[in-house]
């Protein structure tokens, strides 16, 4: 749903979906498949419901990198609880979105996601 969102909203940046926790780390530290990256992502979009490490500890594990904690982490996730909300702000995300359920909900998201991050406010400076 959201690479469609985002090609319909003709977003431009780059996009990489990892299908895990553990494959995320894998793209993050150029681990495997990612060994050829060049650079660290300028926003993550985190879902807590991913399948083997979970949102959290995946959240956790970056916040505590020196290298990686300054990349803003966003959680778009379909759990509104509060423990959620209250547990991912104390880990450092920079903020918290359930995830809707209509797809053109979605897109509108989306969008305002992007404006946001890459229009209105400027992201840390990419680093190696």
Known sequence: MITVSLKNQKIGNEVHIAGSGEEAMDFLYRRGKYNHETSRPDLILLDLNMPGMGGKEFLRQIKEDEKMRMIPVVILTSSDSDEDILDTYNLHACGYIKKPVKL?????????????????????????
């Open 104 to 128: 053109e909900d979605f897109k509108r998201v989306v969008k305002e996601i992007n404006e946001y991050w890459f229009v209105i406010c400027r992201p840390p400076p990419r680093e190696g």
